[in-house]
């Protein structure tokens, strides 16, 4: 049973740029969240998508945005990147309603 | 609004030593209540959870019990391992109809030396 994956693993990009980064939940599965973990910070919520919606969104700016996929998987794009926004990028997966998040390995990016 | 407060690390004890990491939380309503491991170069694990007050979680030697009293989720390991060395992160669930989402601490760097 597969478990929740990201992709890429590490990714580098400069200022102004725009990124996307990849998720497929666990098996099972219906809905997904992303969180954005800073260096020595716990991880922060961003979003959670559930039946191609987002649901439920925390405190980020309009450059952060998502999508989700008849089959469950996730995007997660970044538009004009700044320096700030270097940090893991963790999508956790669920069953909606569920108590329980299960995190993939995260994508760390690192912005130039 | 909803927030986690954990002990500063980091944390440095000898094996077999006994572990606490405190945690309290402040909270509208009653949040689920989770401890989260993470292993350098990794995601998060789930240890431990408690959904209501005076559960007790556990796993692997580690537990946690749901003091609403207090608003406190306090980690115990009675001895621990060299393997226990990593970051723990305690966190709440907040829900807003069928959405959830956690509200993590800062976390603590825990080493465990031989």
């Known amino acids: 049973d597969a478990g929740v994956t990201q992709s890429p693993t590490h990714l580098i990009k400069t200022r102004g740029q725009q990124v996307t980064l990849r998720c497929s939940p666990k098996?099972?599965?219906?809905?997904v969240s992303w969180y954005q973990q800073a260096l020595g910070q716990g991880p922060q919520f961003i979003f959670q998508?559930?039946?191609?919606?987002?649901?439920q969104r925390g405190n980020f700016p309009d450059r952060f945005s998502g999508h989700q996929f008849p089959n469950y998987s996730s995007e997660l794009n970044v538009n004009a990147l700044l320096l700030g926004d270097s940090a893991l990028y963790l999508c956790?997966?669920?069953?909606?309603?569920?108590?329980?998040?299960?995190f993939g390995p995260g994508t760390r990016l690192t912005v130039l | 609004g909803d927030s986690v407060t954990q002990m500063e690390g980091p944390v440095t004890l000898s094996e077999e030593a006994f572990l606490t990491i405190n945690c309290t939380y402040t909270?509208?309503?009653?949040?689920?209540l989770f401890w989260y491991v993470q292993y350098p170069g990794e995601g998060l694990q789930l240890l431990l959870k408690?959904?209501?007050?005076?559960d007790k979680g556990s796993n692997k030697g580690f537990e946690a019990t749901y003091r609403k009293e207090t608003t406190s989720f306090h980690l115990e390991k009675g001895s621990v391992q060299v393997s226990d060395s990593a970051v723990y992160f305690c966190?709440?669930?907040?829900?807003?109809?069928?959405?959830?989402?956690?509200?993590f601490g800062s976390g603590t760097q825990l080493t465990v030396l031989p």
């Open positions: 408690a959904t209501k007050a005076d």
């Open positions: 098996s099972g599965h219906d809905t």
């Open positions: 998508y559930y039946e191609e919606e987002e649901r």
């Open positions: 956790a997966s669920s069953l909606i309603g569920g108590d329980e998040q299960f």
């Open positions: 909270a509208t309503g009653y949040p689920s």
């Open positions: 966190a709440l669930l907040v829900s807003s109809g069928s959405a959830r989402q956690l509200t």
